[in-house]
């Protein structure tokens, strides 16, 4: 493919601190290249549509050994991607998944939940990233990024995303169940929720028990009516999974650990 000036420019800009590479241009690719903006952090990018429609060139020309590759990728694509491109290799690779844990890139994952919407530069500082044990610290692999940072060992990584999945992605599919039923149900329009979802997340945000409800209550009746009145409903087995579970947990937490976050 023909090299534009603006490719060159690109290229050119290369040179100059920070060596970041953006690959992809899904959710996390975009919110990040608008952070990076917001911090006035230069970066060169690349995606397989942008280089199929003929807007940036080869990946090898805009890498060079000091890259920080930054692998903002479907998880199941990552390693297959640093494999099929040996110019990555003298690079420094990152990957953002929360579960994968792969020696071909070094691990930061976001603890976030990436919308449509881009955000305004404060709540992006506020996401901290959790990083693969023994790698550099994150002002080192992503120069200029002032977010906070914590490591975990990779082994660590699997239980890790699988809490991050149960709270954040579990909670979204509930409660867009409930914005969805308040409106088909009763013609409550789903914005009418929203003080409600807030409110739910001031009390987790704040320190004292947020829980409230039949199960903070250990009222039984009241369970067992909700879950007659869900019958039929798919969600009616998570309810009871959810008491069930509860629980369970609080048999833990009396041998020990968590006492306080169960606390009624
Ligand atoms: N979204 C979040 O809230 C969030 C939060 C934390 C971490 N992450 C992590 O961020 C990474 C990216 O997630 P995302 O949410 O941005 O995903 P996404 O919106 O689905 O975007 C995926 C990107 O990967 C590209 N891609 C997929 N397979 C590829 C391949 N074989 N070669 C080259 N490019 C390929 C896609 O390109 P095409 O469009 O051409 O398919 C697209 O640009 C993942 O590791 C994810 O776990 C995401």
Known sequence: MPITNNMRGEIESMHEIPH???????????????YFAQLGMGHAAW?????????????AMLVRPQTHVLLAISDSAIETFVSGHPELEPTVRIHFSGGLATSLAIGAHPL???????????????????ID?????????????????????????????????????????????????????????RDQAFPYLESVARGLAETGSP??????????????????????????????????????QQGLAESGAGKDWLAR
């Open 20 to 34: 970041l590479l953006l690959i992809g241009d899904g959710r996390l690719a975009r919110h990040l290249a608008r």
């Open 47 to 59: 995606s397989r549509r942008m280089h199929e429609e003929g807007r940036c060139p080869d990946l």
């Open 112 to 130: 976030f939940s990436f919308a449509n919407a881009l955000y305004e530069r404060e709540l992006y500082e506020r996401i901290p990233f959790v």
């Open 133 to 189: 044990e023994g790698a550099p610290r994150l002002s080192a692999l992503i120069p200029g990024l002032p977010n906070p940072s914590f490591f975990i060992r990779p082994d660590q990584r699997a239980r890790y995303h699988a809490l991050c999945v149960l709270a954040g992605n579990f909670t979204t599919l509930l409660w867009r169940k409930l914005f969805f039923e308040l409106n088909r149900e009763y013609g409550i329009p």
């Open 211 to 248: 829980l409230s409800g039949p199960l903070s209550r250990g009222d039984t009746a009241t369970i067992a009516r909700n879950l007659e009145a869900l019958k039929g409903d798919p969600f009616a087995q998570v309810y009871r999974a959810f008491v069930e579970a509860y629980e369970r």
